[in-house]
């Protein structure tokens, strides 16, 4: 009986490897939902098109055909749009294939994509969002109904009659920052007009049709023939254009079943009068331990209900990671990281309400992998002293103890969850809370430090492994939410859940690679700071974006349920194994509070003040604000839409307050030293 199933799992993981993956995707009807929203708009009063209300008519017929639930709407009101989205969303569930097709009229207002309806009456920009759909409310839709994965096909690029009434809008439609799992396919380049067709069907409708009736043919490359053909078509005046990446594979129509499912299809005749139950078991106990991708695809197919669903998922998972990057010649080789001698020192806590904190130790690692172009050029990175980091990613508990607030979209997850759904300005404002409190030098680490202690002295794929289900939470879990902090295997330096559970704020600009990156472990904190550097991947995304090595970014004011963080803490004299002891008092960090007086020259202008050229707070017309800060002598500057002008070298000592004023000046941003006794009142003056 065993021999049996274990000869037809071999003769599956026997298959090439394209014959695998069709088997992964060729499931029976009723094993994935497929639904879909198909709008044509075409009877606009003042600028009619031809031929959307054709193209949403063949696409709906072609997407029943292939087995898709379909919402079909032709010439939608302005009346009839709530009700269709919540007919599309009703319709949807955990874990379908979602689908939105969309041809007709598109606008863009400041950035964001609208749909109008056909008897939108649209005099200024703001009457679009009431008379269109967005397509970012759309995109929620799908993501709070965690789908498996999403499918936007936009034709919405034609000559918009709109547009000459607004003051802000270009042609064609905006860029749009595509959601995990989701790809969206526009019909010309963002900004772009595309062809309504000569024909029946519009010029990029009419390629989408020809390659959904292919067997077999994966969905990226499907894309890639529409998008010649079109460019083709048009001699190159229209180019389609496409965001974001969805986890696994998707066909229109899978490939015909090949001799593995056939074979497969065969395992109940061949066991007999065998239980179901019994049959599962005897297949799990003889495929657990195998590595071929193959197998697992074909359980998953044979069992979507399985009692085993779970685990085999993780091992398909983790057997389909990205392939490592090929080993670089060796006249362009990397000296891999020494084994390193040092360990974790102490962990420990400076408060109740504090997170547990592991003290780094110093050293040496070649950051960056080379996979991508932002993870180049690899470079050695020395971090000169020991720090702490956080054991674990800040919680829930944590953040409503400073804060008296919890922002977590999973706030249901519970205390010992990470706090998620925080900006890298809030995560600001709780590094001052903290610091004020404790007394000590909280702060984010720098994107070095993070990479430094995620590898622990280690070259693995992961922080802490080359095994992602043992290290991180990511999508391969289905569970659509963060989980519990430490609920994964910690790395070397027992840091849990670098890798997955909530991305990481760090404290560095964004930089598209590492050409002229600091070799000191220091933030990088010039560039492109209104983007901030994000680190570990998270519940949501795929495992590749958990790598050791990944980097993201994100802007420094934006909320994501994906994003949370963890504490440094610039240590001082601090114990190491070691290392010479400090004097408590000596060990404590400095105060520097910065105030700015009124004015009424550009008293609407905000101004920056950077401590040795990083970036420490933004200060508004009569504000103050205060930080805690290692002890040590530092440059101070000031500038706001005018450089500075006069900067001042402060030296903060332990437990002490030093005052700065940020003045702006007819020649520019001046930063000048206070007495104690004017600081404290100009700061208590401005803080009530």
């Known amino acids: 009986m065993r021999a049996w199933l274990v000869l037809i799992l071999l003769l599956a993981a026997a298959l090439p490897a394209q014959a695998q993956r069709n088997l992964a995707v060729d499931k029976p009807a009723a094993a994935e939902k497929r639904v879909a929203l198909v709008i044509g708009n075409a009877a606009y009063g003042a600028s009619p098109l031809k031929n959307p209300v054709n193209d949403a008519r063949a696409i709906a017929a072609k997407l029943q055909k292939l087995g898709f639930d379909v919402v079909k709407r032709e010439n939608l009101t302005t009346k009839q749009i709530g009700a269709t989205l919540r007919e599309f969303r009703s319709r949807l569930s955990p874990g379908s294939e979602a689908l939105f097709f969309y041809a007709g009229h598109g606008v863009q207002v400041k950035g964001v994509n609208y749909l109008p309806a056909v008897d939108a009456d649209i005099t200024s920009e703001e009457d679009v969002p009431n008379q269109s759909i967005n397509v970012s409310q759309l995109l929620e839709i799908m993501d709070d109904t965690r789908t498996r994965l999403n499918l936007i096909f936009l034709d919405a690029c034609r000559n918009n009659p709109f547009t000459r009434r607004f003051r802000s809008t270009g042609g064609g439609l905006a860029k749009i920052e595509a959601p995990s799992g989701t790809k969206i396919s526009f019909a010309t380049r963002p900004g772009s007009v595309a062809a309504d067709g000569e024909g029946r069907n519009g010029l990029y409708t009419e390629h989408l049709l020809r390659v959904m009736d292919e067997r077999g ?66 297949l799990w106990d003889a495929i657990r331990d195998s590595e071929k991708i193959g197998v697992f695809e074909e359980y998953i197919r044979q069992y979507p209900n399985g009692r085993y669903l ?111 759904n925080v900006s890298w300005d809030d995560v600001q404002h709780f590094v001052r809370k ?62 849990h859940d670098m890798s997955g559970n909530v991305t990481e704020w760090v404290e560095d600009c964004w930089h598209g690679n590492y050409e002229g990156a600091p070799n000191d472990g220091s933030a990088w904190a010039s560039g492109n700071c209104e983007k901030r550097v994000t680190r570990g991947g998270s519940w949501a995304g795929p495992a590749h974006l958990a790598r050791a090595a990944r980097r993201d970014w994100a802007e420094p004011a934006t909320r994501n349920s994906h994003w949370g963080f963890r504490l440094a803490q610039t240590l001082v004299g601090a114990a190491i194994p070691g290392a010479q002891q400090t004097p408590p008092e000596q060990n404590a960090a400095a105060t520097l509070c910065f105030f700015r007086t ?23 017309n009569s504000d103050a604000f205060c930080i805690s800060h290692p002890p040590g002598t530092y440059t101070i500057s000031g500038y706001g839409l005018m450089p500075p002008h006069k900067t001042v070298t402060v030296t903060a000592q332990p437990g002490k307050t030093v005052y700065v004023k940020v003045e702006d000046t007819l020649l520019g941003w001046e930063s000048s030293l206070a007495t104690e006794q004017d600081g404290q009142q100009e700061v208590a003056a401005r803080r009530r």
């Open 598 to 620: 009124p004015q009424f020259i550009n008293s609407r202008t905000t101004a920056t003040v950077e401590v040795d050229r990083r970036k420490v707070g933004q200060l508004k």
């Open 217 to 282: 043919l994966p969905i990226e490359q499907a894309l890639k023939r529409v998008y010649s053909g079109v460019k083709q078509a048009s001699k190159g005046a229209q180019e389609p254009w496409e965001e974001g990446t969805i986890e696994g594979e998707f066909y229109f129509q899978p490939a015909a079943p090949g001799p593995a499912a056939q074979v497969a299809q065969l395992t109940p005749q061949l066991v007999g009068a065998r239980t179901t139950e019994q049959i599962e078991d005897e």
């Open 434 to 495: 903290i610091s004020q409190k404790t007394g000590k030098a909280y702060r984010l680490p720098s994107e070095a430090e993070w990479e430094y202690a995620c590898r622990a002295g280690a070259r693995q794929w992961y922080c802490g492994s080359d095994n992602v289900a043992g290290v991180a939470w990511h999508d391969a879990f289905f569970s659509g939410a963060t989980h519990r902090v430490a609920g994964k295997q910690a790395n070397a330096w027992q840091l």
């Open 310 to 420: 779970a685990q085999a998922r993780v091992k398909l998972a983790g057997l389909r990671e990205v392939p490592r990057p090929a080993p670089m010649a060796a006249s362009a080789a990397v000296s891999p990281a020494p084994t390193p001698t040092a360990s974790a020192g102490p962990v420990f806590k400076d408060c109740d309400e504090c997170p547990e904190m592991v003290t780094i130790p110093a050293g040496s690692f070649e950051m960056g992998d080379g996979m991508l172009d932002s993870d180049k050029p690899v470079h050695r990175v020395t971090i000169p002293a020991a720090f702490a980091l956080g054991r674990t990613e800040v919680t829930q508990a944590q953040w409503r103890a400073m804060m008296g607030n919890n922002p977590s979209r999973f706030a249901d997850c519970g205390d010992d969850c990470p706090v998620e």
